[in-house]
């Protein structure tokens, strides 16, 4: 069975930094684009961040420069590290496997991050 598991999550004073980590199984990793998503209550679900096959990345402009997305093939590993972190990054964030030229498309089941004074 295909499992994406976020972690990593929690509350963080405006200005700090978590590293979120999603676990991925059931997949042949290498041969999936990696997306980070977020949704804040009462908004749409967001694309935050991704890293192709050739670990190309690419960010939403609200994130770039502050969010830095990673993974590590061998172990089957997808993270983001968020720095600098708003009120405004508040959201669950969500892992999202997309597979290269085929079907494939899955998601974890969100990790809150909550940035409050």
């Known amino acids: 069975q295909v499992q994406l598991v976020e972690s990593g999550g929690g509350l963080v004073q405006p200005g700090g930094s978590l590293r979120l980590a999603c676990a991925a199984s059931?997949?042949?990793?290498?041969?999936?684009?990696m997306r980070w998503y977020r949704q804040a209550p009462g908004k749409q679900r967001e694309w935050v961040a991704l890293i192709t096959t050739a670990s190309i990345t690419k960010y939403v402009d609200s994130v770039k420069g502050r969010f830095t997305i990673s993974k590590d093939n061998a172990k089957n590993m997808v993270y983001l590290q968020m720095n600098n972190l708003k009120p405004d990054d508040t959201a669950v964030y969500y892992c999202?496997?997309?597979?290269?030229?085929?079907?494939?498309?899955?998601w974890g089941q969100g990790t809150q991050v909550t940035v409050s004074s």
């Open positions: 059931g997949i042949m990793f290498d041969m999936y684009t």
């Open positions: 999202n496997a997309n597979q290269y030229g085929g079907p494939g498309n899955y």
